[in-house]
């Protein structure tokens, strides 16, 4: 079975601290995003990666960053931290640059940050 | 880009009743529309897919149809029980990596 697997389930950080989220996921799947959660908005992207040192914005990337130097792992930066950055991350990941055909995502169980 | 709209957004059934969940899309491009369940705790899961070449794939209780002329899809759950309480989500690729999702709806099976 496909893990990816989050490094941290809840964090709680104050305005302006940097913040690492971590994510590796052990199938060798090219693909990996940054999601964010929120009620009445589903689930936004953050950033993507289709291979290593690879990356592009998604739909919300202002205010993170990220980093892909090894294929398994996949990292996200909040450079800054405040408040409206309070939501649950979702990593993911998937098989192929053919996501179009392939489909499938493949989820960590999250990581909760609450900013102060 | 791909834009994907969810109906509706709460939904409660009693338990054995059935459950319906639509989704319509904006990019005729899209060929590939999966339906994602998100239990309490965990990271969304696929439950069910379809692509642009059938109008209809059934799994059991569960199963999605696809108008590409009207740019919708939906979600049907039959016999509904507890265990498929939980957020759906529905969702249709944009490009070769990117998925976009749609709001969720969050589905109470009353026992």
């Known amino acids: 079975d496909v893990k990816v697997t989050q490094s941290s389930r809840y964090l709680v950080k104050r305005t302006g601290e940097k913040v690492f989220l971590e994510c590796v996921q052990d199938m060798d799947h090219e693909n990996m995003f940054w999601y964010r959660q929120d009620p009445g908005l589903g689930l936004r992207l953050i950033y993507f990666s289709y291979d290593v040192k690879m990356k592009e914005k998604g739909d919300i990337p202002e205010g993170y960053s990220v980093s892909r130097e090894k294929k398994e792992r996949f990292s996200l930066i909040l450079e800054s931290a405040s408040t409206n950055q309070t939501s649950m991350y979702l990593c993911?990941?998937?098989?192929?640059?053919?996501?179009?055909?392939?489909?499938?995502?493949?989820f960590g169980e999250g990581s909760r940050l609450t900013v102060l | 880009g791909e834009n994907v709209e969810q109906h509706p957004s709460t939904l409660s059934v009693q338990e054995g009743d059935s459950a319906v969940i639509k989704c319509t899309y904006s990019d005729s491009a899209s060929n590939y529309f999966p339906w994602y369940k998100q239990e309490l705790g965990k990271g969304p899961q696929l439950i069910i897919d379809i692509r642009s070449n059938v109008g209809e794939k059934k799994d059991q209780r569960i199963a999605v149809t696809l108008n590409k002329t009207a740019k919708h899809f939906s979600l049907h759950i039959t016999e509904t029980q507890p265990e498929d309480s939980a957020v759906y989500f529905c969702?249709?690729?944009?490009?070769?990596?990117?998925?976009?999702f749609g709001t969720g709806t969050k589905l109470q099976v009353i026992p």
């Open positions: 993911a990941s998937s098989l192929g640059r053919l996501a179009r055909n392939t489909g499938e995502l493949f």
């Open positions: 969702a249709a690729p944009e490009g070769y990596q990117k998925v976009t």
